[in-house]
């Protein structure tokens, strides 16, 4: 029996020191990655994203953070990366495949970009939404991603699929509202925004640009009566919110798919290497879930209003 436990003890030791040889080091790093399912170029690209956005106050938490890393479907080769300080969620990142054409071997070649990321308790697909709004039976705890509860993206709208006792619902996944129907069933709004409006991995954060506190359009209604601001680029976008501090964006009949009305208070500037600028317009009614997302994704799709403070 004696014999027997040393043999134990011995190939237990062996098996210890056999995975901790595989052990990633992330002694230089500010995070580590908890999924195994991504490409490489996913969780290099998220690392160091999240990297660069701790780098500013408002992501002080992303430092020494742990990122996990699910695929959003359906069929769009993209990623949602969780940023966790412990079990609790405290900001986002997306990430979306691109075909390029590589001319010189005549074949598409695929790069990953940023989205749309986001800081806040109140992450986009926080199963706490499921719960807190009322789409999970009374006591069941929701879950990231299941059979039941399924993440999709369209590249504009994240949602929920939400499918109990043979019925399907669909929940917008940032702030748990119900859609109106079948996002994959319904007309999306064309996408505006082009590859270079994206954050590659050579990208740098240069500045976040905070014009005002997050606040809540639908507090003072008063500006569905006003004039919409002329806003035709990007630049005039960027002029109008270092004047006027808070904007909202609307666009009527197609709001669900923005999640809007938005209340925009300010912009983050991202700089390549050959110091080309791109702008992501922080949006959110709330610090618990402020969102970063293009600039040019808003772009003619609709309304800018100043805010009637």
């Given at each position: 029996?004696?014999?027997?436990?040393?043999?134990?003890?011995?190939?237990?030791?062996?098996?210890?020191?056999?995975?901790?040889?595989?052990?990633?080091?992330?002694?230089?790093?500010?995070?580590?990655?908890?999924?195994?399912?991504?490409?490489?170029?996913?969780?290099?690209?998220?690392?160091?994203?999240?990297?660069?956005?701790?780098?500013?106050?408002?992501?002080?938490?992303?430092?020494?953070?742990?990122?996990?890393?699910?695929?959003?479907?359906?069929?769009?080769?993209?990623?949602?990366?969780?940023?966790?300080?412990?079990?609790?969620?405290?900001?986002?990142?997306?990430?979306?495949?691109?075909?390029?054409?590589?001319?010189?071997?005549?074949?598409?070649?695929?790069?990953?970009?940023v989205t749309e990321y986001g800081v806040g308790s109140?992450?986009?697909?926080?199963?706490?939404?499921?719960?807190?709004?009322?789409?999970?039976?009374?006591?069941?705890?929701?879950?990231?991603?299941?059979?039941?509860?399924?993440?999709?993206?369209?590249?504009?709208?994240?949602?929920?699929?939400?499918?109990?006792?043979?019925?399907?619902?669909?929940?917008?996944?940032?702030?748990?509202?119900?859609?109106?129907?079948?996002?994959?069933?319904?007309?999306?709004?064309?996408?505006?925004?082009?590859f270079a409006a994206r954050i590659g991995g050579e990208?740098?954060?240069?500045?976040?640009?905070?014009?005002?506190?997050?606040?809540?359009?639908?507090?003072?209604?008063?500006?569905?009566?006003?004039?919409?601001?002329?806003?035709?680029?990007?630049?005039?976008?960027?002029?109008?919110?270092?004047?006027?501090?808070?904007?909202?964006?609307?666009?009527?009949?197609?709001?669900?798919?923005?999640?809007?009305?938005?209340?925009?208070?300010?912009?983050?500037?991202?700089?390549?290497?050959?110091?080309?600028?791109?702008?992501?317009?922080?949006?959110?009614?709330?610090?618990?879930?402020?969102?970063?997302?293009?600039?040019?994704?808003?772009?003619?799709?609709?309304?800018?209003?100043?805010?009637?403070?």
């Open positions: 029996m004696k014999l027997t436990k040393l043999g134990l003890t011995i190939l237990c030791m062996s098996m210890f020191c056999l995975f901790s040889s595989f052990a990633p080091s992330f002694a230089e790093q500010r995070s580590e990655v908890a999924a195994v399912s991504a490409p490489d170029q996913v969780t290099q690209l998220a690392e160091r994203t999240v990297k660069e956005l701790s780098k500013d106050s408002e992501f002080a938490l992303f430092n020494h953070s742990t990122l996990n890393i699910m695929p959003l479907g359906p069929g769009t080769h993209s990623y949602l990366v969780h940023v966790l300080q412990g079990e609790n969620i405290v900001g986002y990142v997306m990430i979306t495949a691109e075909q390029l054409q590589n001319e010189v071997k005549a074949t598409q070649d695929i790069t990953y970009l109140a992450s986009v697909f926080d199963p706490e939404l499921l719960s807190l709004h009322g789409h999970l039976p009374q006591g069941e705890k929701g879950t990231i991603d299941s059979a039941s509860y399924q993440m999709k993206s369209t590249g504009i709208l994240s949602y929920w699929v939400i499918q109990i006792a043979g019925n399907s619902t669909y929940v917008d996944a940032g702030n748990g509202d119900v859609l109106l129907g079948n996002p994959e069933e319904l007309d999306e709004p064309p996408a505006s925004e082009t990208h740098r954060l240069s500045n976040i640009q905070k014009t005002s506190l997050p606040f809540d359009p639908s507090e003072n209604l008063q500006w569905l009566v006003t004039t919409p601001v002329a806003i035709t680029s990007e630049s005039l976008l960027l002029q109008q919110l270092d004047s006027s501090k808070q904007l909202i964006f609307s666009s009527p009949g197609n709001n669900m798919w923005y999640s809007g009305p938005l209340a925009i208070s300010g912009y983050a500037t991202w700089t390549s290497p050959d110091m080309k600028n791109l702008h992501f317009v922080r949006i959110g009614t709330h610090p618990s879930q402020i969102r970063y997302i293009p600039a040019e994704r808003l772009l003619g799709k609709g309304h800018f209003y100043e805010s009637s403070k």
